[in-house]
């Protein structure tokens, strides 16, 4: 069977073509082909997403990526067989191009839609690598909008074991980025600037490292750069800069290490999934490497390109839920029916 699916929920337009071995199969569903719009450049200017010019480039873009993805595959569009979307959470405008343009394909073709929760999109992305995880797992979810530790015991039964108070992770690496003057999404700059900085330089806050349960806040820590970034006056020197860059990502990643640890201990599970942008971050990947390597547990990544948001995830997810007879498809010829977004949805709810 093959899977197309559409991704929107933000400022990223992905479509992606998985086939899925027949239900039961230990094989792997397989990606044939993808294509990726992000819109980042279009939204720096405004220093963050403006729903409203999200929702209006990704119906720019929707088609001629599905027709880019198809020729890449050498698959005709009537050869598929079911149409994944993301139905939330995410901007409600940005979703509703997804979920119209899945669901008026599906109904031309005569075809089943699926939606998918963009979070179980991300947590199953791993699945995309070489080095594909196997169930069970804790996985840390760490994306611009969750931050989350779970246990993972099979598709669709995600138990939270401690997520954040306040901020996620991503907003705590693109409000510090912010501060510093770095464009948005300030994750990946922020990054790129600490490799010349000292991590030691400046004493920042660690929210909650001692709570004993594998929870987060992140807020505070933002306001500890605010106050660094004021002390350092109007023109701070570059090594300065790099130096808190470092000293910022150094309170995340300590923070989101040791939580990690904490879950794999509550859980005694020995293989840990990391999921979402933040799951790209060098420090954090070579430090949870180390932390897992000491405790004899195994650690999986996505692929580097697909740990932001991007189409295959959500194919997968549609497909590893085809595979184990979990997407209830209505008959063919009975057409795809109404179509729902869910911009709130926790993930606790599909479960
Ligand atoms: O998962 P994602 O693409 O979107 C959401 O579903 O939210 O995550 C985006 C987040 C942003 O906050 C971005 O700054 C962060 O991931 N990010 C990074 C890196 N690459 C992306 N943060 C730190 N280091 C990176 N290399
Ligand atoms: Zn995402």
Redesign the pocket.
Known sequence: MLVLGFES????TGVALVRVPAPGSSEAPQLLAQALHSQISMHQAYGGVVPELASRDHIRRVIPLTREVLAGAGIALADVDLIAFTQGP?LAGALLVGAGVAVSLAAALEKPTLGIH??EG?LLSPFLSADAPEFPFVALL?????TQLMRVTEVGQYEILGETIDD????A??KS?KLLGLP?????????LALGGDPTAFDLPRPLLHSGKPDFSFAGLKTAVLTQVKRLGEAPTDLQKADLAAAT?AA?VEVLVKKSMLALKMTGLKRLVV??????????REQLNAACAKRGVRVHYPELSL???NGAMIAMAAAMRLQRGMAILPPTGQGAGGFEIKPRWPLGAIS
Do not use: M
């Open positions: 929920s933000c400022d990223e995410g963009h979070l991300h760490v994306s611009g909008g969750h996620a992770a991503g907003e690496f693109d980025a948005y999404p300030g994750g990946p700059h922020l990054a790129k990502q995340i999921a979402g942008g933040v799951g790209a971050n060098s420090v954090l740990c932001t948001d």
